[in-house]
Nanobody
């Protein structure tokens, strides 16, 4: 069955960096685009970044452009989100997402940006 498992979240000071990972299994990873979403307390889940199946095309939310980078390693069935220059407003649970006939979500990983 499809599984998406995120890791790499934590507590970081403003201006710091984190790299999230999402290990995928149960499907042909290299055939599908992947996305990262986030959900802050009291807010709707929002799309953060998108990467095409081969990694050639990426898209970002305006709020993270120039600070976050999505990438993937199809040999490791893993998608990454490198987050730099983190701000308190980046605090959220970050989710890995894949559309494979239906929506699949990971369990989420908490990112807290605070001094």
């Amino acid at each position: 069955q499809v599984q998406l498992v995120e890791s790499g979240g934590g507590l970081v000071q403003p201006g710091g960096s984190l790299r999230l990972s999402c290990l995928a299994s149960g499907f042909t990873f290299s055939s599908y685009a992947m996305r990262w979403y986030r959900q802050a307390p009291g807010k709707e889940r929002e799309l953060v970044a998108y990467i095409s199946n081969a990694g050639y095309n990426t898209k970002y939310a305006d709020s993270v452009k120039g600070r976050f980078t999505i990438s993937r390693d199809n040999t490791k069935n893993t998608v990454y989100l490198q987050m730099n220059s983190l701000k308190p407003e980046d605090t959220a649970v970050y989710y890995c997402y894949a559309l494979i006939g239906r929506d699949y979500w990971g369990q989420g990983t908490q990112v807290t940006v605070s001094s």
